[in-house]
């Protein structure tokens, strides 16, 4: 056998063993870049205001609308990513506003209001930064006495900004809307020693301005 006949067949192993491991790493190559990214916790404490609305009427020889003032909120959010483009969360927020008439504008009466909620993210790419879009279902509740859970859902929008991995700055701004549910044969939402409180409307709305820190793991 000639030296260069030999030597061709001493390149057969070694193009055989390139061939080999290229074919190997070609589908795990591209089974990394098709696959989607593991799914994230997020933790995300937030802080804002609750801005004012006028759900109640106070009845008596001249009714009065009752407004609740504007307040400071906060919370805290639970979810996970489903992927790059949704997420869904559980959220749980505090807020004490003051009740206000025209009678009593200097009133300090206080009404502490917790909402849960169940919500769905659309995220959207900005570049570095990451938009979203909100839609949550929940209740609204306080003292038994003071009317007891009502329905509530909102519609939001906001973005993210990435600070240092995986610490995210988050700022919303959130219309809510909460029902004015009676009982049979209801016709106040409560009363109490100032007088008895009528819903204005089936719905009242009022706007919330929100951020905080997200903590993904």
């Not at 809510?176 to 106040?188: A, V």
């Given at each position: 056998?000639?030296?260069?006949?030999?030597?061709?067949?001493?390149?057969?192993?070694?193009?055989?063993?390139?061939?080999?491991?290229?074919?190997?790493?070609?589908?795990?190559?591209?089974?990394?870049?098709?696959?989607?990214?593991?799914?994230?916790?997020?933790?995300?404490?937030?802080g804002?205001?609750?801005?004012?609305?006028?759900?109640?009427?106070?009845?008596?020889?001249?009714?009065?609308?009752?407004?609740?003032?504007?307040?400071?909120t906060?919370?805290?959010?639970?979810?996970?990513?489903?992927?790059?483009?949704?997420?869904?969360?559980?959220?749980?927020s505090?807020?004490?506003?003051?009740?206000?008439t025209?009678?009593?504008?200097?009133?300090?009466?206080?009404?502490?209001?917790?909402?849960?909620?169940?919500?769905?993210?659309?995220?959207?790419?900005?570049?570095?930064?990451?938009?979203?879009?909100?839609l949550?279902?929940?209740?609204?509740?306080?003292?038994?006495?003071?009317?007891?859970?009502?329905?509530?859902?909102?519609?939001?929008?906001?973005?993210?900004?990435?600070?240092?991995?995986?610490?995210?700055?988050?700022?919303?701004?959130?219309f809510?809307?909460?029902?004015?549910?009676?009982?049979?044969?209801?016709?106040?939402a409560?009363?109490?020693?100032?007088?008895?409180?009528?819903?204005?409307?089936?719905?009242?709305?009022?706007?919330?301005?929100?951020?905080?820190?997200?903590?993904?793991?």
């Open positions: 056998m000639s030296p260069k006949t030999r030597r061709r067949f001493e390149l057969v192993p070694e193009a055989l063993v390139a061939l080999l491991f290229f074919a190997a790493a070609s589908p795990s190559r591209g089974q990394a870049k098709a696959g989607p990214d593991p799914p994230l916790w997020r933790l995300t404490p937030f804002g205001s609750s801005f004012e609305t006028n759900p109640y009427t106070l009845e008596g020889a001249k009714p009065t609308d009752v407004r609740l003032r504007e307040t400071g906060y919370g805290l959010r639970f979810g996970r990513e489903i992927s790059s483009k949704v997420s869904i969360e559980i959220a749980w505090h807020a004490e506003p003051i009740l206000s025209s009678s009593a504008p200097g009133s300090t009466v206080r009404r502490r209001l917790n909402d849960v909620e169940l919500g769905v993210n659309r995220y959207l790419p900005l570049g570095p930064v990451r938009g979203l879009l909100e949550g279902i929940g209740a609204r509740g306080s003292r038994s006495a003071l009317g007891g859970a009502n329905l509530t859902a909102d519609l939001g929008a906001g973005f993210e900004v990435p600070v240092i991995r995986p610490v995210f700055l988050r700022i919303d701004e959130r809510r809307e909460t029902y004015g549910n009676l009982g049979p044969g209801d016709r106040f409560y009363c109490d020693r100032t007088g008895c409180f009528a819903y204005r409307h089936r719905w009242f709305a009022n706007w919330e301005t929100l951020g905080g820190v997200t903590y993904s793991f």
